[in-house]
């Protein structure tokens, strides 16, 4: 019988990994630095050592593994085709066919994309416990999004469903946004988008206010830390970015109605004030939905962990 699943989360730095037994406990973690010289040939190798060591130390058995899940920082093809990846150095690669090959042929891999699998990882173990419809948000440098409907990952034809950090909200941003596009959630909601927003209303505005003393040095959670002290420009820049990201989220809701959002990333770590005001929003811009029939909105519980949890469950999805 298969006891065991596999988790890799290959990030830019650093490439997470852990084992799991079948109903989601955590055994063993451990990382390894993705080195990422000769465009990251040597990435799935290392990786295939330290796991052949971690699998004997175990006395785990090839045969007792469902199977091993990778993330990948970038997009992946439905077939997990990895066209490029820029944070890896990669091209043309087919991650999941080459670490079977390097761990002997006989353990099922697949691949997905990093937010993707962190949403299925939230949804097993995680915020999202207990619910098979859901969005996972991650308000970081940017803002990632996965979308899990049934218990799985929709992609779409393209890779870009859940996208939701470059769904245009801002009819009057002049400043362009990574994607080339101008106006999107990113770039008001995002860690980086929060602070670009409160320097906005500090350089148009002459009063008095917390934030001016940090400078350059403003980060996202002073803004937060100042709006819960009462402090009037840091509150109207993160009521604006939580706007707009209720917004956003009672249009998913319209779309694919989930059951839950659960919100992770760096910026989550404002908690329930960040809460609560992201359920004020998303509540006013659903009116079609009774209360009963609204989404819940919670915080993410794993972590940096997500990604493996989420690759381990990658493999059970055939259950
Ligand atoms: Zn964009």
């Not at 359920?279 to 209360?291: D, W």
Request: glycine share 14%; proline share 3%; net charge negative.
């Amino acid at each position: 019988m298969n006891q065991y699943c596999v988790g890799i989360d290959v990030g830019g730095t650093t490439v997470k990994c852990g084992i799991f037994t079948y109903n989601g406990l955590l055994l063993d973690k451990w990382e390894v630095p993705s080195r990422k010289a000769e465009n990251g040939r040597y990435i799935l190798p290392d990786v295939a050592d330290e796991l052949k060591k971690h699998l004997s130390e175990k006395t785990i058995e090839e045969e007792d593994i469902a199977g091993i899940g990778i993330g990948v920082p970038g997009p992946v093809e439905p077939n997990g085709y990895v066209h490029i990846c820029v944070n890896l150095g990669w091209e043309d690669r087919w991650p999941a066919k080459e670490l079977r090959e390097l761990m002997g042929g006989r353990i099922p891999c697949a691949c997905g994309n990093d937010a993707n699998v962190a949403a299925l990882g939230e949804m097993w173990q995680g915020g999202g416990r207990g619910h098979e419809n859901l969005l996972m948000v991650t308000l970081g440098t940017g803002v990632g999004g996965g979308l899990i409907m049934n218990g799985r990952i929709v992609t779409g034809a393209h890779g870009a469903g859940g996208e939701i950090g470059h769904i245009h909200v801002r009819e009057e941003e002049e400043e362009s946004c990574n994607c080339g596009g101008r106006g999107c959630l990113e770039q008001v909601a995002s860690a980086t988008g929060i602070v670009h927003e409160a320097q906005r209303r500090l350089s148009r505005r002459k009063d008095h206010s917390k934030l001016r003393v940090y400078g350059k040095a403003l980060s996202a959670k002073d803004v937060f830390d100042c709006a819960k002290e009462g402090d009037i420009i840091a509150r109207e820049t993160v009521e604006c970015s939580m706007r707009y990201l209720g917004i956003v989220l009672a249009q998913v809701s319209m779309i694919a109605d989930p059951e839950v959002y659960v919100i992770g990333g760096g910026v989550s770590k404002a908690g329930n004030f960040l809460l609560e005001m992201l359920r004020k929003y998303y509540e006013e811009y659903t009116p079609i939905l009774k209360p009963e029939q609204k989404a819940e909105i919670m915080l993410a519980t794993l972590g940096n962990d997500a990604g493996i949890y989420g690759c381990a469950r990658l493999m059970l999805e055939n259950d």
